[in-house]
């Protein structure tokens, strides 16, 4: 999409391409009445608590990306670490998916070798998130590097259980993020949602949970909506990404965002639904007022 294009304009070709393919123009779900001024605040329905993933918008300091977001309605940035939050709560900006004690994506749970520096991590910083009256600190399950599911699941348990106690100490959730492993993050483990959703059980403590990440499970496991209605009590964060591409979450890729906003809704979901994408658009703060838009249902 033409980063000099109204999202009015864009909207009125969605509109025209569904009905002329047969499809009601009710279905065209990204619609507003009106569309606001970029340097209007946005009018939200409050149906949806809305987040950005940081990294996607490293182009800004994070003073200016706080600003940005709360003119688009956002209240949350996510994936800032403890020596950024001070900025966050300077703009009244909450941080819904905390991190800086994972090692990277590739070294996690499931390899008993890094248990020693992730617990670590996890038993400094557990504390700081709830100081900082936060509630949720990523994890992830690191690359399979040969093992079966069993296996890794069996280590996962193992060096999780040791941390559980203390995040139920001060009411933080660790939340292991489903990444897909066809295209992204190859050999990464926690890939679909039922080896995730049998981890959380086999923990049985609401202190763990999964992030459901809608791009990387539509590229790994599809069948969005059935599944985080399925699952939706062991699911604490959302985050969202075009499909192909990781891009603008627009009428370029293939996801129904709207109709997965609404099915998340339905589950009585309350948390947060970050924006991940990377935009591609030079108009990248336009991109993400638009996504705002689509997924405000």
């Not at 990306?65 to 909450?94: F, N, Q, R, Y």
Request: aromatic share 8%; hydrophobic share 35%.
């Amino acid at each position: 999409m033409s980063s000099n294009l109204s999202r009015r304009s864009v909207i009125k070709g969605i509109i025209a391409g569904t009905a002329a393919l047969g499809f009601p123009s009710s279905l065209s779900a990204f619609a507003l009445e009106e569309e606001p001024l970029k340097n209007e605040p946005v009018k939200l329905k409050g149906n949806i608590n809305h987040s950005v993933a940081r990294w996607c918008f490293n182009h800004l300091d994070l003073d200016t990306l706080c600003i940005e977001a709360k003119k688009i309605g956002i209240t949350g940035i996510d994936l800032v670490g403890p020596k950024d939050w001070s900025i966050l709560k300077k703009h009244g900006i909450d941080s819904p998916m905390c991190n800086g004690a994972e090692i990277n994506l590739i070294d996690g749970f499931n390899e008993i070798q890094f248990h020693e520096k992730l617990i670590k991590n996890y038993t400094e910083i557990i504390p700081l998130v709830a100081e900082a009256g936060y509630k949720n600190l990523i994890c992830f399950s690191g690359n399979r590097r040969g093992k079966t599911d069993e296996e890794g699941l069996h280590n996962c348990k193992i060096g999780l259980e040791k941390l559980i106690p203390l995040a139920e100490k001060h009411n933080v959730t660790l939340v292991m993020e489903l990444l897909n492993s066809k295209i992204d993050h190859k050999d990464y483990q926690c890939c679909n949602t039922s080896w995730g959703v049998a981890l959380a059980k086999s923990l049985q403590s609401e202190n763990f949970k999964l992030l459901y990440d809608i791009y990387h499970m539509q590229i790994d496991e599809g069948d969005i909506i059935r599944t985080l209605r399925d699952n939706h009590p062991y699911i604490a964060h959302y985050h969202t990404a075009g499909v192909p591409g990781r891009n603008e979450i627009d009428e370029t890729q293939e996801l129904n965002y709207p109709a997965i906003m609404k099915a998340i809704v339905e589950t009585g979901y309350k948390g947060y639904v970050a924006q991940e994408f990377i935009p591609k658009n030079t108009d990248k703060i336009s991109s993400l007022r638009n996504a705002i838009a689509i997924c405000d249902i």
